[in-house]
């Protein structure tokens, strides 16, 4: 009878350690989004940043749901977006930065504008999306070591869009010093970085200007550095448009 009790315990332990240690065998996920995001004025992908704070590709499943939980990941810095780790399902696909929204709705929550692309993801998707950046900034000339080894940069900012809704006052224009060109808001170096906040039509003032901007903290270290201007209006989620990094060599 003791013999019959421990063989039962026995089977029903392997029983229960088979059903822990159950496999998952369902594949991982391996299908591919990739593309960019596109100043449809200038044809040029819109520059952001690294990580949050900058443009977001975002994924609407609905294959199963009209009304689906939304998935994201990340755009890098150069305005092109690549993940290879997607289920295979139909996409409702847009993407969100400080840009003109692809997909607006009125009061009600009526939408009144859809310019998001919507796909069958069998294996692999390019897709290329055309906005309106709330602002252009660009390079006027390369950055200058002074002779206290300070450097200065100068830029030019303009209007990305005629939309009305997204005309506010510039807010903030920052200049970025790095020593890595994943250069921006969220990574740069504090000593050197010259960021200026403004009230009111102060910053606004200074659109479609030559602006010099000269590093601070004194001295630049001697080694290469990468340089970047970001600006911003007050709208949607408050990101910086950029420009694209710049490297100076020490002289």
């Not at 591919?32 to 040029?44: R, Y």
């Not at 977006?81 to 692809?102: H, M, Q, R």
């Not at 993801?121 to 390369?142: C, D, H, I, M, Y």
């Not at 949607?236 to 420009?243: A, F």
Request: one cysteine or more; charged letters at 15%.
């Amino acid at each position: 009878m003791k013999k019959l009790f421990y063989y039962t315990a026995f089977c029903l332990a392997v029983i229960a350690g088979n059903s822990c240690s159950k496999i998952d065998n369902y594949p991982a996920p391996s299908d591919t989004i990739n593309g960019s995001t596109i100043d449809e004025g200038t044809g040029a992908t819109v520059q952001t940043e690294i990580g949050g704070g900058g443009t977001r590709v975002k994924l609407l499943e609905i294959s199963y749901s009209a009304n689906p939980t939304p998935e994201y990941f990340q755009s890098m810095q150069d305005g092109t977006f690549n993940d290879d780790k997607i289920f295979a399902a139909t996409y409702k696909v847009s993407v969100e930065g400080p840009f003109v929204p692809l997909v607006t709705t009125d009061n009600t929550g009526t939408v009144t504008a859809d310019s998001s692309q919507t796909i069958k993801l069998t294996s692999k998707a390019t897709l290329n999306f055309k906005v309106q950046p709330f602002l252009r900034v660009e390079w006027v000339g390369k950055p200058v070591f002074n002779a206290d080894s300070t450097v200065t940069v100068q830029v030019k900012i303009t209007r990305g869009t005629s939309n009305a809704n997204y005309q506010q006052d510039i807010t903030d224009i920052n200049l970025y010093v790095s020593n890595t060109q994943y250069d921006g808001n969220n990574n740069y170096d504090p000593r050197y970085s010259k960021l200026v906040s403004y009230g009111g039509s102060t910053g606004t003032a200074l659109l479609g200007q030559v602006i010099t901007i000269t590093t601070t903290g004194g001295a630049m270290p001697a080694q290469d550095v990468y340089f970047r201007v970001g600006a911003r209006i007050n709208a949607g989620l408050d990101e910086y448009n950029y420009n694209a990094p710049m490297s100076a060599k020490y002289p």
